[in-house]
């Protein structure tokens, strides 16, 4: 069976499982993002790429943006998040990191560094 890179059927359920069940740090970001609100570009919600799914990914900037909760910090999570760096690094995908408390209480610093990060790739 072929496996396709960018939001495979197989995982569908999943990534809609997600979208249901978001933090309050994933909503509140997917709210700045959501209908082309930083500078016209388009951003998905739990967009899978691989096996991985991503909290948010603009395709034509090939962003995906990770809110991080506290489990980030235990030595399995972290092994797992290098490894799915280096899988989406592979296929020229940058990863932008945040805590979930960066979202919450500095809502304005997180999507500077996103403009940043999106005028730094054009």
């Not at 919450?104 to 790739?121: A, D, T």
């Amino acid at each position: 069976m072929e496996m396709h890179l960018y939001n495979n059927q197989s995982f569908k359920t999943r990534r809609k499982e997600l979208r249901k069940n978001q933090t309050e740090a994933e909503k509140l970001l997917w709210s700045k993002l959501r209908n082309k609100q930083i500078d016209a570009y388009k951003f998905f919600r739990q967009y899978s790429v691989g096996s991985y799914i991503l909290d948010f990914y603009c395709p034509l900037f090939r962003i995906a943006i990770e809110i991080d909760g506290g489990y980030h910090g235990r030595e399995e999570a972290e092994i797992y998040d290098k490894e799915r760096e280096r899988f989406l690094s592979g296929n020229f995908i940058k990863t932008i990191r945040f805590k979930n408390e960066d979202v919450e209480n500095n809502i304005e610093n997180v999507l500077k560094i996103i403009k940043e990060n999106l005028i730094f790739k054009k």
